[in-house]
């Protein structure tokens, strides 16, 4: 049993434990305080939002729908690894659960089957909603999931919890199946996985790096002020039908080091019309493995085809970001190359 955490001690708590925190219109006043109690609070539920794209899930969880109000949850993961504030105080995200489980998790015990729905979650628990379709092939990234351990851990050890206090929709009320579906790397969302890496973090200060197993030392504080990203590059270069080639904009590698970023690759080429060329960022991890961002897909047409394709992301001080494109004609009997004349990339990055 705790009070909850103000709104700024909650936003300190999720930096301190290295999240990357958007704060999303006026999230420190908007919650449902009107329609019951918010407090005391005994531990945080795991959603998935059943949605796609990062600014429309978190427009969602903010306003609600016609049958169900927002804010939907305290704070949506996104994809990117961004976690964004939506709400502080009452949400309607755990509706009518299982007071047994709640019993198990204030005890911070083993939990029971959740077969009854007699008790009011909204008021007792910390909600996140991260994106995902719930389809059960949507992806989680890892640098999504890893948001959403690192947010779950911040609230426990912000409170003095262990990692029994973290449990999934799915765990809390009857007929739920959320959190649901692949995560890069560690096969399905398993509740007993999450909160094993919750406790693994709380063993460590709170400036834990899992990739190094050891803590950063000094913690490391993100800039306030964005910095420009600002490359430009008039160089001819050929692109091959249906095969993914990493482009160079003044080098290959966009940004490196410790960033968050939000950045947009610009490219024009001739593309013959009705044929496509595809583009997205990716991190180069140190052992050559990647995170890949979102496809984007974009049309030739007549003349000159300008597209331009974004991505917000994190990256670890041993991470690259770079960008690469796809073509395909029309034709797929088609074997003739295309060749992009001007490429640059322009965003902003936190260090």
């Known amino acids: 049993m705790a009070t909850p955490l103000s709104a700024s001690a909650l936003l300190a708590a999720l930096k301190a434990e290295g999240c990357h925190v958007a704060e999303y219109r006026s999230w420190r006043t908007h919650n449902r305080n009107h329609k019951g109690a918010w407090g005391p609070v005994h531990g945080v539920v795991i959603h998935h939002t059943v949605s796609s794209g990062e600014d429309s899930s978190v427009a969602l969880c903010y306003n609600g729908h016609a049958d169900l109000p927002g804010p939907l949850c305290h704070t949506v993961g996104g994809k990117s690894g961004k976690l964004y504030m939506v709400g502080h105080g009452r949400a309607n995200h755990a509706g009518s659960g299982d007071g047994d489980v709640l019993q198990a998790v204030i005890d911070e015990r083993a939990l029971p089957a959740d077969n009854e729905a007699n008790t009011d979650g ?167 493995t990647r995170w890949t961002g979102p496809l984007i897909e974009r049309i030739g047409t007549d003349g000159s085809t300008f597209a331009d394709f974004h991505n917000a992301g994190s990256v670890v001080d041993t991470e690259r970001v770079r960008f690469e494109v796809i073509y395909y004609p029309a034709d797929s009997d088609d074997q003739k190359s295309i060749t992009i004349n001007t490429a640059y990339c322009r965003g902003l990055y936190w260090k």
């Open 122 to 288: 909204n008021s007792r628990f910390y909600g996140i909603e991260i994106v995902n379709l719930g389809n059960g092939k949507d992806q989680y990234p890892a640098v999504q999931y890893d948001a959403a351990v690192r947010w779950a851990a911040a609230i426990c050890r912000a409170h003095g919890w262990g990692a029994a206090s973290v449990i999934g929709h799915k765990e809390w009320q009857p007929g739920k199946i959320d959190p649901h579906g692949p995560v890069e790397g560690r096969g399905d969302f398993s509740m007993d996985r999450f909160r094993a890496d919750v406790a693994e973090r709380l063993k460590h200060p709170a400036s834990w790096s899992a990739d190094s197993k050891t803590p950063a030392t000094p913690s490391i504080q993100e800039d306030d002020v964005p910095h420009a990203i600002g490359r430009y590059d008039t160089t001819d270069r050929t692109i091959v039908p249906r095969k993914w080639t990493t482009l160079s904009i003044d080098g290959v590698d966009l940004l490196t080091g410790a960033t968050h970023y939000q950045a947009m690759a610009h490219i024009q080429a001739v593309v013959p019309p009705g044929s496509t060329i595809q583009g997205r960022f990716y991190h180069l991890r140190k052992d050559n």
